[in-house]
């Protein structure tokens, strides 16, 4: 397809187990970035990946957050044991190459909605 | 460091009347603004961007918006709104790659 793609679209799994959550970028995207949405805090920047660049991770919450880019296009999302404060809205992007000075506009996919019960 | 701050969570306007969100920024540097809409159930869509250059700038779906820098703000406009202009949008800033949103700003349009 022309954007982005997540998987899966609907999340619900019991607190304590592991989910992990699929973005699949526009093709030719070296940027791709994961934000959070939450009723309670907003959008939030997690995750930033550019290249074979080291990622950003100062958007992570906690230890139980990680991800990971494979052969610089998909990447997968794993939050670890998780809690009900993780319900949320997960949200993919991907631009052309980015960083300081870019202003390479972010392409969103509809998002994984996860629910912990 | 940025921020951005949208005035009004909640907007209702009349079917043809004028839409105008407000958003204004906080940034260290020279900024990058847009504002994206979010339809239910759906991610986010550009509307428009500010880089450099004419600070007046027009999107789709009808929308602008314009930098002002001595007042730090970039406030969307629409001068007839439209019933599919019913939806969530969102003031974000940038400098870098890391975007930074505003707490957004629902919009519904009365018939």
């Known amino acids: 397809g022309a954007g982005v793609s997540q998987s899966p679209s609907n999340k619900v799994t019991e607190k304590g187990k592991d989910v992990e959550l699929r973005c699949d970028p526009i093709s030719g995207h070296t940027a791709l970035y994961w934000y959070r949405q939450s009723l309670g805090q907003g959008l939030e920047f997690l995750i930033y990946?550019?290249?074979?660049?080291?990622?950003?991770k100062s958007g992570l919450p906690s230890d139980r957050f990680s991800a990971e880019r494979t052969g610089g296009s998909v990447s997968t999302l794993t939050i670890q044991r998780t809690q009900q404060e993780d319900s949320a809205v997960y949200l993919c992007?991907?631009?052309?190459?980015?960083?300081?000075?870019?202003?390479?506009?972010?392409?969103f996919g509809d998002g994984t909605r996860l629910s912990i019960l | 460091a940025q921020s951005v701050t949208q005035l009004g969570s909640h907007v209702s306007v009349s079917e043809g009347a004028l839409v105008l969100l407000r958003c204004n920024y906080s940034s260290s540097v020279p900024p990058y603004l847009f504002w994206y809409v979010q339809y239910p159930n759906q991610g986010l869509q550009l509307l428009l961007k500010y880089t450099t250059g004419a600070t007046l700038v027009k999107g789709i779906n009808g929308f602008e918006a314009e930098f002002k820098k001595s007042e730090t703000s970039f406030h969307l406009t629409k001068p007839s709104a439209h019933m599919s202009d019913a939806a969530e949008y969102f003031c974000?800033?940038?400098?870098?790659?890391?975007?930074?949103f505003g707490a957004g700003t629902t919009v519904t349009v009365r018939a």
């Open positions: 990946f550019q290249g074979n660049s080291a990622p950003d």
């Open positions: 992007a991907s631009s052309l190459a980015a960083g300081r000075g870019s202003n390479q506009p972010q392409h």
């Open positions: 974000a800033v940038s400098n870098d790659y890391k975007l930074s």
